[in-house]
């Protein structure tokens, strides 16, 4: 009797285990931790820009490690006119926060994260959508939303990167502590792109809509941390 509890005890503990791997999955990005040159980049448009003629939606899952630091999450460029948007995170004792930057300068707006330190390692649902007709880019977090008026032109494409950015004239080095996954793209309304970031190795992502390739820098992928055993310390008695 003994030995069939503790057989289905076992069972029980590695069908919860799966189930919890297969929940946290993604990629996580080094950051501070590491030098910058080991720093993870995740380039969405290595074979080729994204197009668009009026509008384009980015959204995907973010969670945050830490509440610590600065750097960029998501850089993108217009191919048209090297127009670039970048969305960063601030960890300040004054004003924490999610910030879009046009053209190296930020918007008047900002989505606050004074509450983050809360809600370190769970995920969060970050979307950016821009409509050229209007010229209005917004960047929702969550329940929280801003938005602002900006020069982005239509009827071009773009490029896209996350984390370390070295392509299309950026020089990124600082990312915050920060896992993405499910990132989802949709142009003039309709879905072109998803990248899941559910691997468990290797540093190619592929676009389960459009078979676009991404490829990862430094790749540290969430699956690890939740389905592999790790040695920590041993104890001799």
């Known amino acids: 009797m003994i030995r069939l509890r503790l057989i289905f005890l076992t069972l029980f503990v590695l069908i919860v285990s799966q189930s919890n791997a297969q929940y946290n999955y993604g990629l996580r990005f080094k950051s501070k931790e590491v030098e910058k040159k080991f720093r993870t980049g995740l380039d969405l448009t290595k074979t080729g820009a994204i197009s668009f003629n009026t509008s384009f939606k980015i959204s995907f899952d973010l969670s945050f490690r830490s509440f610590d630091g600065f750097g960029y999450i998501l850089r993108l460029k217009d191919t048209k006119t090297n127009s670039q948007l970048d969305l960063i995170c601030k960890f300040d004792k004054v004003s924490p926060g999610l910030y879009l930057v046009f053209n190296k300068k930020e918007v008047e707006k900002s989505i606050s994260l004074s509450k983050i330190n809360d809600n370190l390692n769970r995920w969060n649902t970050a979307t950016i959508e821009y409509d050229s007709q209007s010229g209005r880019i917004e960047l929702t977090f969550n329940d929280d939303k801003i938005s602002e008026i900006i020069t982005l032109k239509g009827r071009s494409s773009f490029s896209l990167g996350f984390g370390v950015v070295n392509n299309y004239g950026f020089d990124t080095k600082e990312v915050p502590f920060i896992s993405i996954r499910s990132i989802r793209i949709l142009t003039d309304g309709t879905p072109t792109h998803h990248w899941e970031l559910n691997e468990q190795e290797g540093n ?34």
């Open 204 to 237: 190619l992502s592929k676009d389960s809509i459009s078979g676009k390739v991404a490829e990862i820098t430094n790749p540290e992928w969430e699956i690890f941390h939740h389905a592999k055993w790790k040695f920590i310390n041993a104890i001799k008695l």
